[in-house]
C-alpha cells in the first residue's frame, strides 16, 4: 500500500473523493476458517456455495390427502380410486402405481413412482369398501396438482450463495437445507479502540469537574460489535505524545485497524496526527462534511512488519458516529470480504427546510415516516450539534445532502440513509 493517491495537498477532501482513496487503501481481506454452522450468523462467506443435492430431495406431496396415478379414462362425475398403501413422511413406496391407483400420503412425503397427482383428504369420502375411496368434485382435479417437484426450490449443482455475503439468519437455514454442518467464512477483524483526551472519563468514575464520560469508546464498540469484529479496548489515552505513539504502535502489533477518538484537530492537544506521523504515514486528514470535519486516516507500519489502517476519528460523538458509518465501515467491511457492500438509500420528501451549505456534505440526523400514499418523509430530530448523541437516539436514518445543495426546501426529495443493522 502507498499513500500516493493522497497527494492532494492540504485542500480538504470531499466525502467522494475521500471513499474513493480510502477503497483504495484498503488492506486485501483477512484469512478465512471454517466455522461450524450454528456460529456462521453475521460472518462473511469465503466461498461460493454449489447445492450438492435437490431441494426438494424428492418430488413430494404439498398436501395430505392421496397421491394419485393419473387414471387412463378421464375421470367421470363419479371418481372412484384404488389406495393401494400409505406413505407417510419419511417414509417411501418401494413399488410404483398404476395408472389410477392412489396411496394415502402426508404432506412433504415423496410420490410414489407413477404417482403425479394428490388429491387433498378435504375432497374425499369413504364410502364402506375397505381400500376404495370416493373422490368429490372430480372436475376440479386437474392433472399434476398439489405436487413439489424435486430441485424446484434450488437444483443440484446450482450456485446458490455467492462469496463475500454476509450471512443472514436465512442463509443460514438456506444452508442447513443443503446439509452444511460447517461453513468457510472471513475470520473476525481485530479493532483496537481508544478514546483520547485528559477531560475523558471513564463511566464507573466520579466525573471530574472539568471531565465529560467516555461515549465514544461504547458507541464504537457497539458499532464494531454488530460488524462481527473482536474488539481490544485499550481505554483512555492522556493529551500526550510520547504515549499516544506508544500506545498506537503496541495496538498496531495485534489489530487489523486500530481507531481512536478525539485529538485530530489543530488545537495545542490535539497529538494524534503528530504520533501518527512518528510511526506510520498520516494519509487525509480534512473532509468537506459536517459533522466530521478533522479525520485522519493513515497507515502504522508496526515494527515486526506490515501496514495497518488507522482512523483517527473526531472527539464529538455525534461526528464519531456519522464518521464510522461512512468511512470506516466500507473500510471494515472490505476488509471482511463483504466486496460489494453499499450503504442502503432512499428518496425521501423533507418535511420541513433543511439547512446545508454548498461545497461540503450535511448528515443531518433524521426521523423518516411513510404517508398512506406510500410517500416517505423526513424530518430532522432538531438541534444538530455533533455533541448532542440524543439527535442519534432518536432519529431512524441520516440525511445525506450533497456538496452541490446549499438548502433543501419543503417538499423537496432528499437523500436518507436509513439506520441498518448496525444502528
Ligand atoms: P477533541 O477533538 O479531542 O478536541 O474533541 C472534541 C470534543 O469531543 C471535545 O468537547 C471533547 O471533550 C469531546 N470528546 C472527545 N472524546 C470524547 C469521548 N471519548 N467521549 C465523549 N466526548 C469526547
Ligand atoms: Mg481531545
New binding site residues.
Given amino acids: 500500500m502507498t499513500l500516493s493517491c493522497f497527494e492532494l495537498g492540504e485542500r480538504m477532501l470531499s466525502v467522494d473523493e475521500t471513499l474513493d482513496a480510502l477503497a483504495a487503501m484498503t488492506p486485501p481481506p483477512v484469512d478465512t476458517h471454517r466455522v461450524s454452522l450454528a456460529s456462521a450468523c453475521g460472518g462473511v462467506l469465503a466461498v461460493d456455495v454449489v447445492s450438492p443435492i435437490d431441494v426438494p430431495q424428492n418430488t413430494n406431496a404439498a398436501m395430505d390427502g392421496i397421491a394419485l396415478a393419473w387414471p387412463d379414462e378421464v375421470p367421470g362425475s363419479d371418481m372412484r380410486v384404488d389406495v393401494v398403501g400409505d406413505v407417510l413422511a419419511g417414509t417411501r413406496l418401494p413399488t410404483s402405481l398404476a395408472p389410477g391407483e392412489a396411496v394415502r400420503i402426508t404432506t412433504g412425503a415423496p410420490l410414489p413412482v407413477g404417482a403425479d397427482t394428490v388429491v387433498m383428504s378435504e375432497q374425499l369420502v369413504e364410502i364402506g369398501i375397505p381400500d376404495r375411496i370416493r373422490v368429490e368434485h372430480p372436475e376440479r382435479v386437474k392433472r399434476g396438482q398439489n405436487v413439489r417437484q424435486a430441485g424446484e426450490d434450488i437444483a443440484r449443482g446450482q450456485r446458490v450463495l455467492g462469496a463475500g455475503i454476509r450471512l443472514r439468519p436465512q442463509h443460514m437455514g438456506l444452508l442447513a437445507s443443503l446439509g452444511y454442518a460447517e461453513i468457510e467464512v472471513f475470520r473476525p477483524l481485530r479493532v483496537a479502540v481508544f ?3 485528559d ?2 472519563t471513564a463511566p464507573g468514575e466520579a466525573l471530574p469537574p472539568a471531565g ?6 461504547f458507541s464504537l464498540q457497539g458499532l464494531l460489535s454488530r460488524l462481527g469484529c473482536e474488539i481490544i479496548d485499550l481505554g ?1 489515552l492522556q ?1 500526550d505524545l510520547d504515549s499516544m505513539r506508544a500506545s498506537l504502535a503496541a495496538a498496531a502489533r495485534e489489530a487489523d485497524m486500530v481507531v481512536t ?5 489543530v ?1 495545542q ?2 497529538w494524534v496526527k503528530p504520533a501518527l506521523t512518528a510511526i506510520g504515514e498520516l494519509g487525509l486528514w480534512r473532509i468537506a462534511m459536517r459533522p466530521g470535519r ?1 479525520l485522519a486516516f493513515g497507515l502504522i507500519h508496526p515494527t515486526g512488519g506490515g501496514t495497518v489502517p488507522f482512523f483517527g476519528l ?4 455525534v ?2 458516529m456519522v464518521t464510522f458509518l461512512q468511512f470506516v465501515q466500507p473500510m471494515l467491511r472490505r476488509m471482511q470480504g463483504e466486496h460489494d457492500w453499499q450503504p442502503s438509500r432512499l428518496t425521501a420528501l423533507a418535511a420541513e427546510p433543511l439547512k446545508s451549505r454548498e461545497e461540503r456534505v450535511d448528515f443531518h440526523r433524521g426521523v423518516y415516516t411513510g404517508d398512506d400514499a406510500g410517500q416517505l418523509w423526513v424530518r430532522t430530530t432538531g438541534r444538530q450539534g455533533s ?1 448532542i448523541l440524543s439527535s442519534m437516539v432518536v432519529a431512524n436514518c441520516l440525511i445525506e445532502i450533497g456538496d452541490g445543495c446549499a438548502a433543501v426546501e419543503a417538499g423537496a426529495p432528499v437523500t436518507i440513509q436509513p439506520f441498518g443493522d448496525l444502528t
Avoid: K, L, Q
Fill in positions: 478514546s483520547t483526551g477531560e475523558v465529560i464520560y467516555d461515549t465514544n469508546r483512555i493529551d477518538s478525539g485529538g485530530v484537530s488545537g492537544a490535539d478533522p473526531p472527539g464529538n460523538p461526528a464519531v455533541g
